[in-house]
Nanobody, 125 residues
Framework: QVQVTESGGGLVQAGGSLRLSCTAS????????MGWFRQAPGKEREGVSC???????YYRDSVVGRFTISRDKSRRTLYLQMNSLEPEETARYYCALVKTPYTESSSCNLNNNYWGQGTQVTVSS
């Protein structure tokens, strides 16, 4: 059984930083593309940043230059470093692993993923 677990969320002031972490068990971590999504109350879930099996990355326009996605295969952990956070980025952040291994694309797709329960990020103004 695949289990995805996020951590690192919390309350931060506008302009602050957080680093999210994601671990997964029940599958070969380094065989899968993965990424970070977020969902604010009353809004649809959206892709924030994703990384392909080969290491290519995608960032949504609004986070370019502020967020960095990285993966430590030896620790079986995916990270999202978030700097200069803005109040409108308050949301629940989810880690996802693409079910199909060896995915070349780094695009953030909502389908065909294993999902974690999410971690809350709250940015105060």
């Amino acid at each position: 059984q695949v289990q995805v677990t996020e951590s690192g969320g919390g309350l931060v002031q506008a302009g602050g930083s957080l680093r999210l972490s994601c671990t997964a068990s029940g599958l070969s971590f380094d065989m899968h593309a993965m990424g970070w999504f977020r969902q604010a109350p009353g809004k649809e879930r959206e892709g924030v940043s994703c990384i392909s099996y080969y290491g290519s990355t995608y960032y949504r326009d609004s986070v370019v230059g502020r967020f960095t996605i990285s993966r430590d295969k030896s620790r079986r952990t995916l990270y999202l470093q978030m700097n200069s956070l803005e109040p409108e980025e308050t949301a629940r952040y989810y880690c996802a692993l693409v079910k199909t291994p060896y995915t070349e694309s780094s695009s953030c797709n909502l389908n065909n993923n294993y999902w974690g329960q999410g971690t809350q990020v709250t940015v105060s103004s």
